[in-house]
């Protein structure tokens, strides 16, 4: 397996291609009715192992262009100008303000971060019994024993921030036992499935590609995919009933969210963003019974999806070049009699390898092939 330049490129576009196919297959209800929100998580495993696995393969076929690659390559790696012993090129422009930007992005996001977790820290934990009763119906598998649950008026979305130590966010507002019991469901849901470890894969790919316009969406398409996803661990839960009590919930969240100014950063809300569009798709799978439907075959379009993953490997494109004496493991031509010889040319001489093998052209001979035979053409050289 090679990492080079071109199959990071190759990589950099399949990843594009394959969040944008997510963006498409997210908005076809009929797509989401029938395989629920598989598919989505599917591609959004490949499309984050196609980035960071930027590799050929065994199988991968290597394209080498002649001309126009080359060309744009040449373009980008000749020095425009010169200081001292350093060539500043197009490339290492735009390296340098590629990373920077990425640099600058993940600075302000942990700082971000960074801020949001020491003012948790300052506030207190809630201590209603009523609540802690309801979380603990809604945790069966227990894992958030020591979870530090806290209410308060500026949180505008009930969320869960944190790895090791995870705090639930509830804003002030008075649900009902079932609402808030499915609005607790789908944090624990989002802590027990590792969703913010995957948004924030993400969202640091996101981070490092910024320059990408089809990776912008990456993120905000990875956390509505995940919200589904704790939807349908919800509906799993509930009966129709408390289904419907769950939806009341999220409109409640709805109204009171106004974008104050305790954001969860790096965390899972209930509510991501107030789009209309993604907001209805979700109350239309759960009220259509979408997850729990139980004669859809949900892993069908797995093969398909699988297939294009691989066959985005099959092909590297990479500019044609002469080989070198490198590429031959360092051989020696000690002697007239090793199995080489050279052909003189108008400018040069071509190496070869009996009986026809072309290896490379030099202008002049190196001192340890001096030894090698001389002729005027091939067919002279196989004669002997």
């Known amino acids: 397996m090679d990492f080079t330049v071109f199959s990071l490129t190759v990589a950099v576009v399949w990843t594009g291609i394959f969040a944008k196919l997510i963006s498409i297959l997210r908005k076809k209800m009929s797509v989401l009715q029938y395989f629920s929100v598989y598919p989505l998580l599917i591609l959004l495993l490949f499309c984050i192992l196609r980035i960071i696995l930027p590799l050929e393969l065994p199988y991968t076929i290597v394209v080498e262009s002649e001309n126009i690659v080359p060309m744009v390559r040449d ?148 956390a509505h995919a995940l919200e589904m996803h704790s939807d349908k661990v919800v509906c799993s839960r509930l009966d129709a009933v408390r289904q419907k009590k769950y939806i009341a919930g999220i409109m409640k969240v709805i109204e009171n969210k106004k974008y104050s100014s305790i954001m969860p950063s790096f965390s899972s809300s209930l509510v991501e963003e107030m789009d209309n569009e993604k907001l209805q798709q979700r109350f239309h799978m759960i009220l259509g019974n979408h997850y729990q439907n139980k004669k859809k075959i949900r892993f069908i379009i797995l093969p398909f999806i699988l297939a294009v993953f691989l066959l985005s490997y099959i092909v590297v494109i990479q500019p044609y070049s002469e080989p070198k004496l490198s590429d031959y493991d360092g051989r020696e031509f000690p002697d007239a009699d090793c199995g080489y010889y050279f052909i003189k040319t108008k400018n040069g001489y071509d190496l070869y390898e009996y009986p026809k093998r072309f290896i490379i052209h030099m202008e002049e001979i190196q001192d340890t092939l001096q030894a090698l035979r001389i002729y005027d053409s091939v067919e002279e050289a196989n004669k002997k």
């Open 75 to 222: 373009f980008f790696e000749t020095p425009f100008l010169q200081f001292g012993y350093i060539n500043i090129s197009l490339l290492l422009l735009i390296g340098i303000v590629w990373i920077l930007g990425a640099v600058i992005i993940l600075f302000r996001r942990i700082w971000t971060y960074y801020h949001f977790r020491r003012f948790l820290n300052f506030l207190p934990p809630s201590e209603d019994k009523r609540l802690h009763q309801l979380f603990e119906k809604a945790d069966i598998h227990s894992r958030l024993r020591n979870v530090k649950i806290i209410v308060h008026s500026e949180v505008e979305s009930p969320a869960i921030a944190g790895c090791t130590h995870p705090v639930v966010l509830l804003p002030k507002i008075d649900f009902e036992d079932d609402e808030l019991l499915g609005i607790l469901i789908h944090e624990i849901s989002h802590y027990r499935y590792k969703h913010h470890l995957i948004k924030f894969i993400a969202e640091f790919i996101s981070i490092c590609f910024w320059w990408n316009p089809f990776f912008r969406t990456l993120a905000a398409e990875t």
